[in-house]
């Protein structure tokens, strides 16, 4: 009941804001209720009790995403060409789209109902035999690292790829394409004469760093993992390179390094399945590594955590850099 | 565990974990090797399971060793054997005959993350095409389309960025559609595993979701398979990229989906939804005709290789769709052997093309106006393989066209007015392949074309290659079309 | 009522995914696309998030000592998670294009970019 | 209790939301997210007093450093704006 | 060699012959040479197979099993032995020919001239032994596919255009018609061997007969039957000893041959006769042989007269052969080797006229008769053999066909053949009197007859035209297999 509630209220804010951000003409604007429109997804994710996918959305929808789009605003022209055509194939087919869809809603299981379908099948496996055969508390990390390891090595490609298609396309001085990483100015930033951001900035970061690990190896434990973790501490990288410049940053963290991240992850979770291969298992069947199966389990699901952090703390320090080197 | 029972994973496990490797490898010649090397194995494996598949098995494995409807579950059946060939073959033979063409149009600095990227390509392909399961499908799919967008991007002037972006849209918004249809049918049903959603779904009472779920994936798929009049990112897309791109990703990627969304229909939906066949094919059947009526007319008056070969491809998307929407043996043995010959055909056209790339300025027709007599064997082959794509007899093209035209006359009426059409875009392959083959033999050559010599041994050896197996398809077709036909009974299995 | 209400989930579905797919197709400025395809693809986590729910369940953390817990679906949220990191990866690759686009072209509006393809 | 507090932060929300879109200023609106993220901290602790998962009060704490960081990443790109805004000026 | 090797052997030989001409091709004296005992292996080997074939065996190969029950396999019946034993006979007399007049006329590209012919005889003796219609429809394709070059061997934009509309049209009614018609065929029949007696037999009834019949004929564009005639004034354009290959030797030949094969393989005469719905076939042959007769009457290019006298010839066998009695079947195929013979000759001479004095139009060859005697004497023989005049072997194919029309009172087929006679000489008797008993206009360029391996080879084509009158009973006794008995 309170979640209906919290739910309805919570998407018809989301639906203005979509709104917003279509309408805006300035594209800032519309990064900003993009980032709005984020932080209301992420707030009704964790009514819905998605807290894992909450945080996600947070880090991600409001931090990274904004950061990127306004890393590709500052290289583009800010406000969006005026056009006065409408443009009524588009809205016919969107409604059309719509009006199937919502003709579909009137069989789907009501918010919440108990004997849905999915509540049925697979997923009570998950919730009953987890802590017999895993034995951590979190069964999303579970059915994440586990069951559905290979989809989330797909995830670590996925991500690897936009890396690596984001610095083939722009470069990353130092790393990639022929610009020097010397070449990026150095020092001052925007931010340097601003006092607060920088003593509160400079102060929060190694917090965040720390939060970034706790995130990382707690993520057995409470919402969180190599992901989350990954992308918190990209978001301090990216903290330190705001209020300390470019180039320190790349000093701290080199673009040589970045790559080396970018590939680790991916590797390091790619090797835990060869290991398991070689030990005789399946792909990504963590039973064979310890003696133990459930130790096993929990090995393998650190380990690979692990990967994805390295992976995506790699891929989205190495693409913000390369937008931000891009305009300097 | 031996290591055969791992071959279903290492088919997808090896390029991908190649691939970041690659990333490391700075120095453009390892990197290249590198990626050879592994899609060479891929192919290995590739021929190692098809071997299996004739012989009568269907290979399942277990991701992570958790059983089906729980964990991933790999499941390799005759056509998704089939495509894996497809998929590993074209990459291979791109990146062997490959290298000095990517030299010339990708930057050193840069070239590491291409190959990687290639690599990620043929991974997620491979990985569409051996999964038992819905939303592995997903992954693999933005997997492969996300590297596509990046070897695309690659292309050599600024028209690829503008297509690219394009492509991304429309892949995405193709993605995202087939994510809500899977995503409504695991509403309704708890699994996300193919077989698992079969058997679940006849419990299913409350239809409404599923037919519309059954209708985004349908759309989402037609998207990425450039189906007619969802393709219009393809020429666009193929034109501008890499011309090494263009026989990789041409001669597979529109054919995994079409792969996707052939399971989906006859496996998942076709026993569950009443008349869902004659809801697939009165879908299928029109769109594939005017996609065939129109690629090929467009095809006809263009002047761009590139773009015409492009558009060639739309009119065969359609064909082989044709051959799906008859919903019989013959004619699913016809899109699936359609599949394989089609990308023989095309895959070599290209590989030509970027032949005649590395040695003139451009690929317009009067850029390679005359070139027949100064790179006799890379015009053979780009002939020979012209004409399978035409359907002259002795080519694997023909073999094809045959059987989907005796598919299509099995289906009366109806099947007449397919006949007419195929019978009509023939003709018209017959135009635009004539006026490459008469552009570039038969007309006065260029001072340019004159100092042309021919292509460079690597890229010669693959082309001609791919152009003796359009022949050898041609005349001994046994191997595909045991496959496609292995494939057909499969797919209708349940239907009887 | 309340039945409708349980509906309303979906339709937020429904209308977010009408939005974001209009300021694709209809908008002609590539980073407003690429804001209209990231909304497009929120909706869709929202329908999976939706059906994660149970009434009166908690997020799928087993919670030691509490015996009669109800706990909601962890498999949407692990398929969201993914379909999260893809929607950031498309996001991140497309606006690494506009920006090529716009040293290339001087524009980021699609109609200007096929103007100038066509005068080529 | 917790219900009425949650409450309060909806509408302060709304509040919140209504200035991000009508803005005018480009002021008005960074003001308004950050306090929209801010809003998103507090409500997301009540729902987990309200929900009896205090643990996930961790959550909380990882929006409020988002938060900070999209806050001087906006800042950073007016800087960066208005000092090329300024250059351009001088140029000419 | 068994008669299954000697299949096989004549299907090669030209190919290989084709590389050893390739090979051979920077020393012309060698290169001629190999074509020649290429070509006079080849006629040896095919008219080794004729006695067995006359014994009433039907050796047959099967070359490979493609798909669905079909096959690439090759099989001797009498139709076909008389396609190959005319095709690689007349390619020997061809070859000495070509030597002549490629030689007189210091034409390019002389070696891919003999290579493509080789390759063209291979596809041709591929149709004439081809044991279905899929291995037909394969040589078919290659024969179209290989003559391209020939027609188009000037090069200028000129001939690309003609030779253009040459290959479409071909390749455009192949596949557009008789691709379909094969695949209609396989649906109902589930053959398509060729089988005596037909295979649609039961198979196939009504109106749809008519309409695949329809299908066959017009997509065997090679047949040239109005209105997919154009092609072959078009391939005009093309050097005369190639016009040869095409009138004479090999591809409006395989047209007709394989229309005349559909019709008593495919269909089956018996079959077809019962059938109403496949009459309309006489109709479109008179209609053709009328209409192409009138064209040629007003034209005046020799060649292109020429081309349009082949065109009302071509529709005799089909007529001939869609009359649907055996006397008839057997008058289409005696009408093939008779209409080569006289074909070939005058194309020989027109080709031996214009290497001796570039002359190609008609009013041109007033009182040549005179300066070229030898080449004019076999240029008569020959009109009067199209006209069908005894003692020339016209008259015998003409003789079945009539025969045929009156066992079955068809008074079109009589009426057409009358009429076209009566055409046939409008057209060639003005030619021949002028250019003997006229005078010659002055001012014309002074010559003698072409050189001699042309003169050679034309009188030896008008004398094989005359001898077929007197010594036609081994190819009578041959194709009176075809339907089994004469009455």
């Known amino acids: 009941m309170i979640t209906v509630v919290f739910s309805v209220f919570l998407l018809t804010l989301l639906v203005i804001t979509a709104l917003g951000v279509v309408r805006a003409q300035n594209l800032f604007t519309a990064v900003m209720l993009t980032g709005i429109f984020s932080l209301l997804m992420a707030a009704n994710f964790f009514v819905l009790d998605a807290a894992d996918v909450a945080l996600t959305e947070a880090a991600v929808g409001a931090g990274i995403s904004t950061v990127l789009l306004l890393g590709a605003l500052g290289l583009t022209p800010r406000e969006e060409r005026a056009s006065g055509a409408k443009r009524w194939l588009a809205l016919v087919v969107t409604a059309l789209t719509t009006v199937v869809l919502l003709y579909a809603t009137f069989e789907q299981p009501r918010l919440g109902d108990p004997q849905a379908p999915v509540h049925q099948h697979v997923a009570p496996w998950y919730l009953e035999k987890t802590p017999e055969l895993v034995d951590i508390p979190n069964v999303v990390t579970a059915v994440l690292g586990s069951y559905r390891g290979y989809d989330t090595l797909g995830e670590v490609i996925v991500v690897l790829t936009a890396g690596i298609g984001v610095l083939f396309l722009l470069g990353l001085p130092g790393a990639v394409g022929d610009r020097p990483r010397d070449d990026i100015a150095k020092g001052r930033t925007y931010l340097s004469h601003h006092l607060v951001p920088q003593v509160v900035g400079r102060l929060v970061i190694p917090f965040i760093l720390l939060f970034a690990l706790y995130v990382q190896f707690h993520g057995e434990y409470g919402p969180g993992g190599g992901f989350q973790a990954g992308a918190i501490f990209a978001a301090a990288m990216i903290l330190y390179a705001l209020i300390e410049g470019e180039r320190e940053a790349l000093t701290v963290i080199s673009p040589k390094l970045l790559i080396w991240m970018m590939a680790g992850g991916a590797l390091l979770y790619g090797s835990v399945g060869l290991v398991t291969m070689a030990l005789g298992g399946n792909f990504l069947d963590y039973n064979v590594l310890h003696s133990n199966p459930v130790a096993g389990q929990q090995w393998g699901i650190i380990v690979i955590e692990l990967g994805v952090g390295i992976t995506v703390a790699g891929v989205l320090l190495a693409i913000y850099h390369a937008f931000a080197a891009r305009g300097h | ?496 | 009522m309340m039945e409708l209400l349980g509906l309303y989930n979906y339709w937020v579905f429904a209308v977010l995914l009408m939005i974001g797919f209009y300021a694709v197709i209809a908008r002609p400025n590539m980073v407003k696309k690429l804001l209209g395809l990231s909304i497009f693809q929120a909706a869709v986590f929202l329908l999976y998030i939706t059906m994660d729910k149970v009434e009166g369940g908690t997020a799928p953390i087993i919670q030691k000592g509490v015996e009669d817990a109800i706990y909601s679906n962890p498999l949407p949220q692990v398929l969201i998670l993914t379909a999260i990191v893809v929607g950031i990866s498309t996001t991140a690759l497309g606006l690494a294009l506009v920006v090529r686009i716009h040293e290339a072209y001087g524009t980021i509006e699609e109609d200007e970019t096929q103007r100038a393809d066509l005068d080529e | 209790m917790y219900l009425a507090a949650a409450l309060a932060i909806l509408i302060t929300m709304v509040l919140a939301l209504i200035r991000a879109l009508s803005g005018p200023s480009v002021y008005d609106r960074v003001l308004a997210v950050n306090l929209f993220g801010t809003k998103t901290v507090l409500l997301l602790s009540v729902v987990s007093f309200l929900y009896g998962r205090t643990d996930f009060l961790d959550l909380a704490l990882a929006y409020a450093l988002i938060n900070f960081i999209g806050v001087l990443a906006v800042l950073q790109f007016f800087e960066s704006r208005e000092r090329s805004n300024t250059d351009e000026a001088q140029g000419q | 060699m068994s008669a299954q090797n000697t299949i096989l052997f004549a299907l090669l030989w030209p190919l290989l012959g084709a590389v050893g001409i390739a090979l051979a091709g920077r020393w012309p004296n060698l290169r001629e040479t190999v074509t020649l005992v290429t070509a006079s292996v080849l006629a040896l080997s095919v008219w080794s197979l004729a006695p067995g074939i006359m014994d009433g065996g039907r050796p047959g190969v099967v070359v490979a099993e493609v798909f669905g029950g079909l096959s690439i396999a090759f099989s001797v019946e009498p139709l076909g032995m008389l396609f190959a034993a005319l095709a690689s006979t007349l390619w020997i007399v061809n070859s000495v020919y070509s030597i002549g007049y490629m030689r007189g006329n210091n034409e390019k590209h002389q070696t891919r001239f003999y290579v493509c012919f080789a390759i063209a005889i291979a596809a041709a003796l591929g149709v004439a032994f081809a044991d279905n219609l899929l291995t037909l429809f394969l040589c078919y394709e290659i024969l179209t596919l290989s003559t391209y070059p020939l027609v188009s061997h000037k090069g200028d934009a000129a001939t690309i255009r003609s030779a253009r509309i040459y290959l479409g049209i071909l390749l455009g009614t192949s596949i557009g018609l008789l691709l379909p018609a094969i695949i209609w065929t396989y649906t109902v029949a589930g053959t398509l061997t060729f089988t005596p007696g037909g295979i649609l037999e039961g198979n196939l009834a009504g109106p749809a007969v008519g309409l695949l019949l329809g299908l066959y004929v017009f997509g065997i564009g090679k047949a040239a039957v109005m209105p997919v005639h154009k092609w072959l004034p078009s391939a005009m354009v093309a050097p005369t000893p190639v016009s040869a290959l095409l009138h004479a030797v090999a591809v409006v030949k395989a047209g007709v041959f394989t229309v005349t094969k559909v019709i008593i393989y495919i269909f089956g005469v018996e079959a077809l006769f019962a059938e109403p719905s496949g009459g309309w076939l006489v109709y479109a042959a008179a209609f053709t042989i009328i209409a192409a007769s009138v064209v040629a009457l007003r034209q005046q290019n020799l060649k292109r007269m020429l081309a349009y006298s082949t065109i009302g010839q071509l529709s005799y066998v089909i007529m001939a052969a869609a009359v649907l009695t055996p006397l008839s079947e057997v008058g289409a195929a005696v009408h093939i080797v008779a209409h080569a013979f006289g074909k070939i000759t005058l194309f020989f001479s027109a080709g031996a006229i214009y290497v001796a004095s570039k002359k190609t139009e008609l009013p041109q060859l007033h009182g040549i008769g005179r300066r070229m005697p030898w080449t004019m004497a076999a240029f008569t023989i020959a009109a009067l053999s199209m006209i069908g005049v005894p003692p020339t072997g016209g008259f015998v194919s003409k003789w079945f066909i009539l025969a045929g029309a009156f066992q079955t009172d068809n008074y079109l087929a009589i009426f057409t053949i009358i009429l076209s006679t009566v055409l046939n000489a409008a057209y060639f008797l003005p030619v021949i009197f002028a250019a003997w008993f006229s005078t010659e206009p002055a001012g014309g360029k002074d010559h003698g007859e072409a050189p001699w391996p042309a003169v050679l080879a034309l009188c030896v084509t008008a004398m094989a035209t005359l001898a077929f009158f007197f010594f036609n009973q081994p190819v009578l006794e041959l194709e009176s297999q075809l339907v089994g008995r004469l009455k």
């Not at chain 2, 019989?328 to 052997?337: D, K, L």
């Open chain 2, 1 to 496: 565990m031996s290591l055969t029972a791992q071959l279903p994973a290492l088919q997808v496990v090896v390029p991908l974990l190649t691939a970041p490797l690659v990333v490391l490898l700075r120095t453009p010649g390892l990197s290249w090797a590198a990626a050879t090397a592994a899609s060479l194995t891929a192919f290995a494996i590739a021929v190692a399971l098809a071997g299996q598949v004739l012989a009568g098995e269907v290979i399942h494995y277990e991701m992570g060793g958790w059983p089906a409807p729980f964990g991933i579950s790999l499941n390799i059946d005759a056509l998704g054997s089939l495509v894996l060939l497809l998929v590993t073959g074209a990459s291979t033979l791109a990146l062997v005959g490959g290298r000095d063409s990517l030299a010339t149009e990708i930057e050193a600095g840069r070239r590491h993350l291409f190959y990687a990227a290639w690599l990620i390509v043929l991974a997620g392909l491979s990985g569409i095409a051996v999964t038992g399961d819905a939303f592995n499908v997903f992954v693999f799919m933005e997997i492969s389309s996300l590297a596509t967008y990046v070897l695309i991007a690659a292309g050599p002037d600024r028209r690829a960025l503008t297509a690219t972006f394009k492509y991304l849209i429309m892949g995405t918004i193709g993605a995202t559609f087939y994510l809500i249809g899977v995503g409504m049918v695991y509403m309704m049903t708890g699994t996300l595993n193919f077989a698992d959603m079969e058997v679940r779904l006849a419990e299913v009472t409350e239809l409404r979701p599923i037919v519309v779920a059954a209708g985004f994936i349908t759309v989402g798929l037609a998207l990425k398979a450039a189906m007619f009049p969802l393709h219009v990112w393809l020429p666009g897309a193929y034109t501008h990229a890499p011309h090494m791109v263009t026989a990789f990703v041409a001669a597979c990627s529109t054919k995994v989906a079409i792969y996707v969304l052939l399971r989906f229909d006859f496996f998942v939906f076709q026993n569950n939804l009443s008349q869902h066949d004659l809801h697939f094919a009165s879908f299928l059947l029109p769109l594939a005709l005017l996609g065939i009526l129109v690629g090929s007319a467009v095809a006809m008056v263009e002047s761009n290789l590139k773009r015409l070969l492009a558009h060639s491809s739309v009119a065969q998307i359609g064909y082989i769709l044709l051959g799906a929407s008859l919903i019989s043996e013959a004619g699913i043995t016809a899109a699936a052997a359609h599949m394989f010959n089609h990308a023989l055909a095309k895959g070599a056209m290209f590989l030509a093309v970027a032949a005649f790339a590395l040695r003139l300025s451009g690929v317009r027709l009067n850029d390679i106006a005359g070139v027949g007599r100064q790179m006799p064997l890379t015009f053979a082959a780009l002939a020979v393989a012209g004409a399978s794509l035409v359907g002259i007899p002795g080519t694997a093209g023909f073999v094809s066209k045959w059987l989907l035209l005796q598919a299509a006359f099995a289906q009366g009426t109806l099947g007449l007015v397919a006949v007419v059409v195929v019978v009509l875009s023939s003709l018209a392959a017959v135009v635009y392949v004539w006026r490459i083959i008469e552009a570039a033999y038969f007309c006065e050559p260029s001072a340019e074309v004159q100092a042309a010599r021919e292509a460079p041994l690597p890229i010669l050896a693959v082309l001609l290659l791919a152009a003796a197996a359009n022949i050898y398809f041609g005349l001994v077709p046994a191997f595909p079309l045991s496959l496609a036909e292995m494939s057909a009974t499969e797919l209708l299995g349940g239907l009887q």
